[in-house]
């Protein structure tokens, strides 16, 4: 899964691409646009010019313009390409995964499959599942504000998910504490976790 480094590297990414879009950007709205506080934002951006990647110059009314530097325009490459490389190891080892799981539903007769947790590997999970005979019904997500995700419709709790034989968890950011909690509601036999999860 993502690891501290890499989350850093993605932030990094997120924040040449900002720059490189526009020079006039504020730390404010590079904080909001990459989801972090703004002294975050800022150690990021000072980070940056220390290493060569921005150049920062003055303009009127106390503000600030940051240019991409050759050597930052060399890096956001850089990280781009490692960052669609891992992207599509992901995407082939969750599909890999997937179609496992959807081999022992068939072989144990489960045609009905509720995912549990709305994420990327559920959403792979949809896209494999149409090379296999069985169907999922849905995703349940305890935290979903939606109701609705990649065509699916989705649920808060197993009182109104439509009835299935086993679930399949596809939760990525908290598998273990989903894992123990589907134990509480469902008889293990009818959970199946994905091996990229790495719980079993």
Same mark, same amino acid.
């Given at each position: 899964?993502?690891?501290?480094?890499? $989350?850093?590297?993605?932030?990094?990414?997120?924040?040449?691409?900002?720059?490189?879009?526009?020079?006039?950007?504020?730390?404010?709205h590079?904080?909001?646009d990459m989801g972090i506080a703004l002294g975050l934002a800022n150690s990021y951006l000072k980070r940056c010019i220390r290493k060569g990647f921005i150049?920062?110059?003055?303009a009127p009314a106390n503000r600030y313009l940051y240019y991409l530097t050759p050597k930052g325009f060399t890096e956001k490459s850089r990280l781009t390409a490692k960052y669609l490389s891992?992207?599509?190891?992901?995407? $082939?080892?969750?599909?890999?995964?997937?179609?496992?799981?959807?081999?022992?539903?068939?072989?144990?007769?489960?045609? *009905?499959?509720?995912?549990?947790?709305?994420?990327?590997?559920? =959403?792979?999970?949809?896209?494999?599942?149409? =090379?296999?005979?069985?169907?999922?019904?849905?995703?349940?997500?305890p935290h979903a504000?939606? *109701? *609705?995700?990649?065509?699916?419709?989705?649920? *808060?709790?197993?009182?109104?998910?439509?009835p299935f034989d086993v679930c399949v968890l596809t939760e990525l950011n908290s598998p273990l504490v989903s894992y123990?909690?589907?134990?509480? =509601?469902?008889?293990?036999?009818r959970v199946l976790v994905p091996d990229i999860l790495r719980l079993e």
């Open positions: 899964m993502n690891t501290k480094a890499d $989350r850093e590297e993605e932030l990094v990414l997120e924040l040449l691409d900002a720059v490189g879009k526009q020079s006039n950007v504020s730390q404010r590079l904080a909001s150049k920062i110059s003055e891992s992207s599509f190891a992901f995407y $082939r080892k969750a599909g890999d995964s997937c179609m496992d799981v959807f081999q022992k539903c068939e072989a144990q007769g489960w045609r *009905r499959i509720l995912l549990y947790g709305m994420s990327d590997l559920a =959403e792979i999970a949809t896209l494999r599942v149409q =090379e296999r005979d069985v169907q999922i019904v849905g995703i349940l997500d504000e939606r *109701r *609705r995700f990649a065509g699916l419709p989705v649920w *808060r709790n197993f009182d109104q998910a439509e123990a909690q589907l134990m509480k =509601e469902i008889e293990k036999e």
